[in-house]
T-cell receptor
Framework: DTGVSQDPRHKITKRGQNVTFRCDPI?????LYWYRQTLGQGPEFLTY????????KSRLLSDRFSAERPKGSFSTLEIQRTEQGDSAMYLC????????????FGAGTRLSVL | GDSVTQMEGPVTLSEEAFLTINCTYT??????LFWYVQYPGEGLQLLLK?????DKGSNKGFEATYRKETTSFHLEKGSVQVSDSAVYFC??????????????FGGGTRLMVKP
């Protein structure tokens, strides 16, 4: 158990709807990362937070995507006007400190857009 | 930009066989290198890591050596078990104190071990 929890585990939605996912890292995780994993592929970086500050966003994060970490603890990832291409596993990872420290992953939220 | 290439699967082995999963990378400088494992229905778990050239990471009988000259980090295990069946991901993270240290993953290699 990595201590990182994600909710929900599965989300089925219709195209055009908005969805929001939540990630709860452990309290020591000052850095929090979001990744997206499509079927048969490795995870791809989306964005990360240092405490409550969002420091970097990948080009994969279109303007329909927004992420927050309001108090430097849990984080949310919202997708507006979902498209079928958004169907993927969304992974969250937390890490302590800075540098190449181990990232602890949650089990992910699987999104299916119909 | 940074990239990781690993051998495509699935790799199918009999129990107690020797395992090698190849991984090569492209990055500037000296990234840290990782192997993560994903068991069915579970999240990614760190298997082992190496942070500088010639370091050997090891865990649960798995080993990988950071080879700067060949930009490789191949995963090996001398005798696989059915319980090792999973998807294995090679990854690297960036450099420096202020780097984001986000992970760049390979495409994953599925290992199937038969009794």
């Amino acid at each position: 158990d990595t201590g990182v929890s994600q909710d929900p585990r599965h989300k089925i939605t219709k195209r055009g709807q908005n969805v929001t996912f939540r990630c709860d890292p452990i309290s020591e995780h000052n850095r929090l990362y979001w990744y997206r994993q499509t079927l048969g592929q490795g995870p791809e970086f989306l964005t990360y937070f240092q405490n409550e500050a969002q420091l970097e966003k990948s080009r994969l994060l279109s303007d329909r995507f927004s992420a927050e970490r309001p108090k430097g603890s849990f984080s949310t990832l919202e997708i507006q006007r979902t498209e079928q291409g958004d169907s993927a596993m969304y992974l969250c990872a937390g890490t302590k400190g800075q540098g190449a420290n181990i990232q602890y992953f949650g089990a992910g939220t699987r999104l299916s857009v119909l | 930009g940074d990239s990781v290439t690993q051998m495509e699967g699935p790799v199918t082995l009999s129990e107690e066989a020797f395992l090698t999963i190849n991984c090569t990378y492209t990055a500037t400088g000296y990234p840290s290198l990782f192997w993560y494992v994903q068991y069915p229905g579970e999240g990614l778990q760190l298997l082992l890591k190496a942070t500088k050239a010639d370091d050997k990471g090891s865990n649960k009988g798995f080993e990988a050596t950071y080879r700067k000259e060949t930009t490789s980090f191949h995963l090996e295990k001398g005798s696989v078990q059915v319980s090792d069946s999973a998807v294995y991901f090679c990854a690297l993270s960036g450099l420096g104190f202020d780097a984001g240290n986000m992970l760049t993953f390979g495409g994953g290699t599925r290992l199937m071990v038969k009794p």
